[in-house]
């Protein structure tokens, strides 16, 4: 008995200290969607290209290293300069992110943020570019509902998400068929961080974000996936 106690204690030390099993998400190390973004008036005021440069390891455990840059054409830069560029490494085991942080030159000025993460009161935040890929690995389907906390300049906003029909994204590149998104975001007290904010998702496996679109104080943007990676 006593062998038999020993052996099954050997065991349990095992399963614990096994490394957890990665979770199934619809991508994968070095993809890159190139974006065309429109603005108000602009038909293409600009590009941005989100990118999953690698997976490396932090605190043991594997996590995507997300890159996401955006810049305006050279008419548009003339007359807001602006730019950005935001870092997230994503563990592969949760979902969850590890760190992440924000760059922005907007006109004369350059400054980097990192995004802080309280665990203990926000156990499950994310940060906005780690929160399209998982909403991409999300179970998706008409009136399924996604919701999330999303740590944003330092505020905690409850984000909702809203999966309607599909629809057709008409791209230069082909039409794809995706569902249509609906996205709300409130902060603690209620106050709305966008409107008239929407991504349609690709109804295949790679469950791409072929179009995104949202209403800010500059003006409306909208950007569409260039091409199928």
Known sequence: MRTVATLGAGLLGLALSAPLAERPVPFRVGETLTYDVAWSSYVTAGTAVSTIAGKQPVAGSPAYHIVAEGRPIALVSKLYKLGYRIDTLLDATTLLPRRA?????????????????????????LDPLSALYVLRASPLKPGARVTMAVVDNDTTYTVRCDVGAPETVVRASGNVPAWRIAVTAADAAGRSAVRDMAVWISTDAKRLPVKLKAALPIGEFTLVLRGTP
Do not use: L
Request: hydrophobic share 25%; net charge positive; glycine share 8%.
């Open 101 to 125: 942080s924000v760059s922005i030159e907007e006109g004369a000025r350059k400054r980097t943020q990192p995004t802080v993460f309280d665990r203990t009161k926000n156990p499950g935040a």
